[in-house]
C-alpha cells in the first residue's frame, strides 16, 4: 500500500484528524499542484464544474474536517468517472 493509499484509509477513518499537509499531499497526488499559491488556501482544478469543489485550508496545521470529506467525494468522483 502507497503513502496516499494510507492517507486515504486514515482520511476516512477519522476525517476530523488529518495533517493539513497530508490533505495536500492526497490532493497534489489526484488533481496536480494547486492552481494558486501564497494564499491561504489552496484550490486545485477538477474535471467538472461545481460540486465537489477542492478548496482547501490549513488550520494550524490540521485540516477541516469538512474539507477532507469533500476532498473524498471528488476523488471517488474522479475514480467513477467512466
Known sequence: MSGVEKLLVQMRREPANVRFGDLQKVCEAYFGKPRNNGTSHSI???????????????????????????????????????
Open 44 to 82: 486545485f482544478k477538477t474535471p467538472w464544474p461545481g460540486d465537489p469543489r477542492v478548496n482547501i485550508k490549513n488550520d494550524k496545521g490540521k485540516a477541516k474536517a469538512y474539507q477532507v470529506r469533500q476532498v473524498l467525494l471528488a476523488i471517488e468522483r474522479l475514480e467513477v468517472k467512466p
